[in-house]
């Protein structure tokens, strides 16, 4: 059976109905990294290919997510987003790695990020109302709620484009503005902008691995191995 591309209003309800499963406000920012541990999805950050985001993959009860560190951050927020609706909402997940490709799967699953990460209710709030009215959208507005929302620049682009709150070429002429310069000259810290996270892992592996230690499953180096393996048994 194959699979059809959700409109942006199946989009919308899907995440609204997420956030409000996940206990979150329908109208504010999202701390990704506060899901991962809430959700106990086990989570590792790695170098990868530039052109690779990340994949996940469901086991039962467990959810193992893998992320790129060398994508700026505001992409690897989406790309969580993005990872959720495979884990959450996609009927038959399977892994594999998530690129540009755009299969409708990935589509559904960009379509959901984006809504999921910017929900319309809280972008008409921080949009100045003569903006809106005249859908002409400042520098200063777009930085404050790509920063807001954590999102790159691209993103909050294609989520206003879909949402219609932007002139016909406005698009591509803030597109064409490099974000990291935009923010330092408006005070904005950048760290948004930047790789980062490598390394990181999330999640209960380490209290996992003491376990079957403790009950002599494994050795006392297979259990120092693996808390190499998310940099948990460094020395100061």
């Known amino acids: 059976m194959s699979v059809k591309k959700i ?4 989009a919308e309800n899907l995440a609204k109905k997420l956030r ?11 701390h990704t990294k506060t899901i ?16 690779a985001y990340g994949l996940s993959l469901k086991c039962g009860d467990y959810k193992f997510m893998l992320i790129n560190s060398n994508n700026m951050r505001g992409r690897q927020h989406f790309t969580i987003a993005h990872e959720l609706y495979h884990l959450y909402l996609e009927d038959n997940p399977k892994p594999h790695l998530c690129t540009n490709g755009k299969s409708p799967e990935e589509y559904n699953a960009d379509l959901f990020a984006s809504a999921f990460l910017m929900p319309v209710e809280g ?31 691209l993103a909050l682009l294609v989520r206003l484009d879909k949402l219609k709150l932007l002139k016909k070429g406005q ?7 490099s974000p ?3 923010a330092r000259e408006h005070g ?20 996992i691995a003491r376990r079957l230690f403790d009950d002599e499953k494994i050795s006392e180096g297979h259990y120092v191995e693996l808390l190499n393996q998310i940099g948990a048994n460094e020395e100061d």
Request: glycine share 6%.
């Open 7 to 10: 409109t942006l209003d199946e």
């Open 171 to 177: 698009f591509e002429v803030l597109k064409s503005v």
């Open 188 to 207: 904005y810290d950048l760290s948004l902008y930047k790789k980062g996270n490598e390394d990181m892992f999330i999640g209960d592996f380490g209290t």
């Open 180 to 182: 990291m310069q935009s």
């Open 123 to 153: 972008i008409y709030k921080i949009i100045p109302t003569e903006e809106l009215r005249e859908k002409q959208i400042s520098l200063a507005t777009i930085i404050r709620l790509e920063q807001y929302f954590s999102v790159s620049r």
């Open 20 to 30: 409000s499963d996940l206990g979150l406000s329908l109208d504010g920012p999202i």
């Open 36 to 51: 991962l541990r809430k959700e106990n999805i086990l989570t590792a950050y790695r170098p990868m290919s530039i052109d």
